[in-house]
């Protein structure tokens, strides 16, 4: 019986230990994803029309957006984009056009599973790339 207290209570020192990157939202492998390095603000637009106004935009706690481009991928900085259009493309993916700051477009294939965040008066939103309609970065 001893034995098995000093199991359990080492498990939870441990668990303890590790903190909220393992069990929380506040990280991702590392990344924050409730205070990324750059304050991005942005509408977001889900399918059926609801737009959620957030701040401290990321993806995973990144400020870029990666995806498919040919058979090689383009990470785009948020400081260079205007709005993402999203459209099913597949089960897994979605097709991602992405109106450059520079009048430039560009198309992209994106994971479905991609998670978005943002932080709104309220809480912390997050939402997946196949739910999503549009993001519209405010200047």
């Known amino acids: 019986m001893c034995s098995h207290r000093l199991e359990l209570g080492a498990s939870l020192l441990i668990l303890v230990a590790t903190g909220p990157g393992l069990v929380g939202l506040g990280s991702t492998g590392g990344r924050d994803v409730i205070n990324p ?3 991005f603000q942005a509408t977001l637009t889900d399918r059926d029309g609801v737009s959620v106004e ?3 935009l990321n993806i995973a706690g990144d400020v870029q957006l990666e995806g498919d481009m040919g058979r ?4 785009i900085a948020f400081d ?3 709005a993402v259009e999203l459209a099913a493309d597949s089960p897994d993916y979605s097709r991602a056009t992405v109106r450059l700051k520079n009048g430039e ?3 992209l294939r994106v994971r479905n599973s991609l998670m978005i965040y943002g932080k709104t008066s309220v809480g912390i ?5 196949r739910d999503l309609r549009s993001i519209a970065f405010k200047s």
């Open 37 to 39: 390095a750059v304050d």
């Open 54 to 56: 957030v701040a401290r």
């Open 72 to 75: 090689g991928s383009l990470r």
């Open 80 to 82: 260079n984009i205007a």
């Open 105 to 107: 477009s560009v198309s």
């Open 125 to 129: 939103y997050q939402i997946r790339a």
